[in-house]
């Protein structure tokens, strides 16, 4: 029960707190200083919460700070493409994680910055409408944040310039994923899938048509994107056990249960996972 308040209590002052980091402005806006230091916030808070064996709580924080720093950085190496470096783009990104702004996002739905910053690409090159598009994706999330972004001049930026930053962000990603191994399963990114109550719904449709590993995913990002929620938790750990994923739905059902120890539901679940396994149950 004490580890129980301790990590609600560290669950509540962060998550509330998420984007309330500051620095690194300028004209009032984010600017990379600020996007890092608030990357090196969430990979801290992973940390913290990666002790208290709480595995998706902590990925969110990973897929947060990977997903920032990941699309600055992605964007810089396409900047140096529309600049003329490199034989192709393949060659030119060759080393970086992640080239693809829908596995960039993958890393944490919850981050508004791979849609800004591919809408800044789309600005530079003149496509208005798709910019307009993915600025409007990004400003309606709530980590959007409250003072805006503005990363425009990196375009006058000269390319040695582009390539210290590059390195610099290449540098930041190796040491976020030296906490995280994220897996990305190509869930597909719509102007929906930032709410948890969307991941949800998607989550029951795949199960109730029999998609049981599609409907694990979904679950997945769901109690990332709202691990307050027990419902969440219940239909997580219920996918994934008729996923024939039965290690995961273990781990799932023990990180909702430091969320609500106390709930009937996941309770239940316990007792007969435990009645199953013989007494080998998540505990």
Partial sequence: MKRSLTAALLISAVLISLCSCGGGEQGGYLTKDGLIGLADTCVKNGDRFEKLLMDETAAYFYGFAASAVGSLRLAV???????????????????????????????CLASPYPYYVEGLIHEIQGEDDL???CYVSASVMP???????????????TVGELYALRDELRNKEEIIYGSFRPAVYGYERNEFTYMPEYLR?????????????EAEVAARYAVRMNPRDAGNWLVAV?????????YQAARW??????????NEQLLNLRKTFTDMTGGEGAE
Wanted: charged share 30%; no cysteine; aromatic share 14%.
């Fill in 77 to 107: 190496e396409r900047i140096l493409w529309l600049k003329g470096e490199g034989d192709d783009f393949a060659s030119l990104s060759s080393g970086s994680a992640y080239t693809d702004w829908d596995e960039i996002a993958e890393l």
């Fill in 131 to 133: 910019a307009r598009e």
């Fill in 143 to 157: 980590n959007f944040p409250d003072e805006g972004m503005s990363f425009m001049y990196l375009r006058n930026m």
């Fill in 201 to 213: 719904a998607d989550a029951i449709e795949l199960f109730d048509s029999e998609k049981y590993a």
């Fill in 238 to 246: 219920t996918a994934a056990a008729y996923a024939d994923d039965g």
């Fill in 253 to 262: 059902l023990d990180e909702g249960l430091k969320y609500f120890p106390e």
